[in-house]
Antibody, heavy 115, light 114 residues
C-alpha cells in the first residue's frame, strides 16, 4: 500500500534552515507529482510547493518563494524540502502528499521556528 | 485566484442524523478538459487529512457510502447521510487546476457530535 513517511522536522531559530524528507513506498514514485502541504497550529491547509514527476516543473506558494526549494530523488523514492531563512510563521506540521489530487498523505513532521 | 468558501464553519450534529457542508467557489471549477477537480478531505483530531471524494462525487476506496459529493460549476456539497462518531473532525474542500497545477483549500468545517 502507499506509504509516505516524513522526517527532518524540529525546533529551529528564526533565520535558520531545515531539510525535510519524505520516503515513499508502495507505488511507482517516478510516475507522480508530489507536494508539500503545511498546517499551522489550529489552522487550515496550505500548499507550500509541488514538483512534477521528472522535476521539470516546480511551484511555490508566494509565502515561501525564494526561501524554500523542493526536490526529489526518483531512484531513492524520496522527496525533499529545503527550508532556509525560516520565520515564526513557517511553524507548522508539514505533510508530503501524492499526486495533484493529494490522494495519499504522510503523517507529517512538525517544524517549530522560535528563538 | 480561486477562493473557496465553506459553510458552516462549525457543524454540531446528533449521532445518526444527516449533515451537509457547502463549498462555494469564486469562479467556475469546470476545467478545459470538461472535468471538475473538486475534492473533499477529512481530518480527524491529531491525524493527517484523508481524501474522501475526488472530482466532485467519486468516493475513494474504503470511504463509506454514507458520504456523498455533489454539485457543479461553483456550488458543491458534501453530505453524510447518518453521522457516526468516527466522522468528527474537520472537512476541507479543495480545488485544483491542472495546468499549471494550483491548489486552493476551503477554510474547513469542524463537525462535532452534539
Amino acid at each position: 500500500q502507499v506509504q509516505l513517511v516524513e522526517s527532518g522536522g524540529g525546533l529551529v531559530k528564526p533565520g535558520g534552515s531545515l531539510r525535510l524528507s519524505c520516503a515513499a513506498s508502495g507505488f511507482t514514485f517516478s510516475d507522480y507529482y508530489m507536494s508539500w502541504i503545511r498546517q499551522a497550529p489550529g489552522k487550515g491547509l496550505e500548499c507550500v510547493s509541488y514538483i512534477s514527476n521528472s522535476s521539470v516543473y516546480t511551484h511555490y506558494a508566494d509565502s515561501v518563494k525564494g526561501r524554500f526549494t523542493i526536490s526529489r530523488d526518483n531512484p531513492k523514492n524520496s522527496l525533499f524540502l529545503q527550508m532556509n531563512s525560516l520565520r515564526a510563521e513557517d511553524t507548522a506540521v508539514y505533510y508530503c502528499a501524492r499526486d495533484g489530487s493529494l490522494d495519499s498523505w504522510g503523517q507529517g513532521t512538525l517544524v517549530t521556528v522560535s528563538s | 485566484d480561486v477562493v473557496l468558501t465553506q459553510s458552516p464553519l462549525s457543524l454540531p450534529v446528533t449521532l445518526g442524523q444527516p449533515a451537509s457542508i457547502s463549498c462555494r467557489s469564486s469562479q467556475s471549477l469546470v476545467y478545459s478538459d470538461g472535468d471538475t477537480y473538486l475534492n473533499w478531505f477529512h481530518q480527524r483530531p491529531g491525524q493527517s487529512p484523508r481524501r474522501l471524494i475526488y472530482k466532485v462525487s467519486t468516493r475513494d476506496s474504503g470511504v463509506p457510502d454514507r458520504f456523498s459529493g455533489s454539485g457543479s460549476g461553483t456550488d458543491f456539497t458534501l453530505k453524510i447521510s447518518r453521522v457516526e462518531a468516527e466522522d468528527v473532525g474537520v472537512y476541507y474542500c479543495m480545488q485544483t487546476t491542472r495546468w499549471p497545477l494550483m491548489y486552493t483549500f476551503g477554510q474547513g468545517t469542524k463537525l462535532e457530535i452534539k
